[in-house]
């Protein structure tokens, strides 16, 4: 089978290298002229001439990216299947779309209202009381297009930086962590789960994913189950799903957001479960049997951002593993990310540091639970 992917970064790449073992082949399409996927039939397509020759040569599609122009995937529909579909691309790349949705599921969201100039967003931050983020509704991400607002004051100035018509307002959550849930759904309506991940962020862009927790109540992991199985559900939806979530003191979640596709809070799969998040989104989309969600052991991701450091000295690292994706330095890049095991999380987060040590610039590794 064919498969063909609509974007061609790391997230493309590592869907290859998880679906060769199945005997897949990938036709990469990139719209920007920048693919680094570095693997498979890569077609640079910047003025959407090359559509038809792509489609000519897959059996079916996917996306590493939702932020696609939704007329071009219902285009795309009318001649391959998509999985997911452009219906939860239309949902997952816009914030009000996705709030409205969580609304409608009865999931937990932080307060918010959508305003569409800066007198507007300043009622909002006094309705809501500081501090706030404001974030735009379509096109963010890595904490792009957000501010954090601490006095409606500032209103004005955060609406010209953020310099976009629309905009989510939130209340700003006081969370404990900040944690993510990764379902799969097949084709025929089976759904799994992996143990959800805590996620540290520092300046807006993911640093560290661990999982499973140690000190995760069963009950929060059954209701982010539920939660993302309503999603699934309702989206009558195919492959990965991502859910990000804060919690709070007293252990109940509010979904941040979603994404419609596998996720880098997922890469500790990729060596810590028994099913990587890769393989199992193929699987989905192919209507194959889903792999086991279980993790093997505690893992940790870290990534590697702005500077590679030294690889070797990463791998000295007993049971670490360096999955690199072949693109050039600059501040702000994620670049590779090593995944880290350990049989307890006490090891484990030793090794973490250790880690974070030896990358130029990591943030020092904090986990909730230490
Ligand atoms: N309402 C909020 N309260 C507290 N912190 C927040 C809130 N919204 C966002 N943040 C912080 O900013 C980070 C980025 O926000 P968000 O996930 O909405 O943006 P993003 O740009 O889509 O990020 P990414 O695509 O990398 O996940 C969050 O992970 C969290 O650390
Ligand atoms: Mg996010």
Redesign the pocket.
């Known amino acids: 089978m064919n498969i063909g992917v609509l974007g061609a970064g790391q997230l493309g790449r590592m869907l290859a290298l998880a679906g060769y073992p199945l005997g897949n082949r990938f036709t990469f399409l990139d719209t920007t002229g920048n693919p680094s996927a570095g693997i498979g039939d890569v077609m640079v397509d910047t003025d959407q001439q090359h559509l038809t020759e792509f489609l000519s040569k897959v059996d079916l599609v996917t996306y590493e990216f939702e932020h696609l122009p939704v007329p071009l995937v219902q285009a795309i529909e009318e001649h391959k299947p998509v999985h997911p579909s452009s219906e939860a691309i239309r949902v997952c790349q816009n914030?009000a779309e996705e709030k409205a949705l969580f609304d409608r599921l009865a999931i937990p969201t932080?307060a918010?209202r959508l305003v569409e100039s800066a007198e507007a967003l300043e009622a909002a931050v006094r309705e809501l009381g500081t501090?706030?983020?404001a974030?735009s509704v379509t096109d963010?991400?890595?904490?792009?297009?957000?501010a954090?607002i601490k006095d409606p004051a500032n209103a004005a100035e955060a609406w010209r930086s953020i310099n976009h018509p629309r905009l989510i307002v939130?209340?700003?959550?006081?969370?404990v962590r900040?944690v993510s849930i990764i379902a799969v759904r097949g084709r025929d309506g089976q759904v799994v789960f992996y143990p959800m991940a805590e996620?540290l962020?520092v300046d807006?862009?993911?640093r560290y994913s661990l999982a499973p927790m140690p000190d995760l109540d069963a009950a929060v992991q059954q209701t982010a189950d539920e939660y993302i199985r309503a999603l699934l559900d309702e989206l009558d939806y195919v492959g990965v799903l991502t859910l990000?979530l804060?919690q709070a003191r007293d252990g109940s979640l509010?979904a941040?957001?979603m994404?419609p596709r596998v996720?880098?809070s997922g890469h500790w799969t990729m060596d810590g479960a028994v099913t990587s998040q890769f393989e199992n989104h193929l699987r989905a989309i192919q209507g194959l049997p889903l792999g086991d969600t279980a993790a093997r052991m505690p893992s940790c991701m870290v990534n590697v951002i702005g500077q590679e450091g030294e690889p070797a000295r990463l791998l000295e690292i007993e049971d670490a593993h360096l999955h690199r994706y072949g693109k050039g330095e600059r501040p702000g890049r994620k670049l590779a990310h090593v995944n880290l095991m350990a049989p307890t999380h006490e090891a484990l987060v030793e090794k973490v540091r250790a880690c974070a040590a030896l990358l130029p610039g990591a943030p020092a590794p904090r986990f909730s639970f230490e």
Do not use: C, M, S, T
């Not at 939130?170 to 969370?175: M, P, S, T, W």
């Open positions: 914030r932080p918010y501090p706030v983020v974030k963010g991400y890595d904490g792009k297009g957000q954090v939130e209340a700003f959550v006081d969370f900040e996620n962020h807006g862009i993911l990000e804060f509010l941040n957001e994404a996720h880098n």
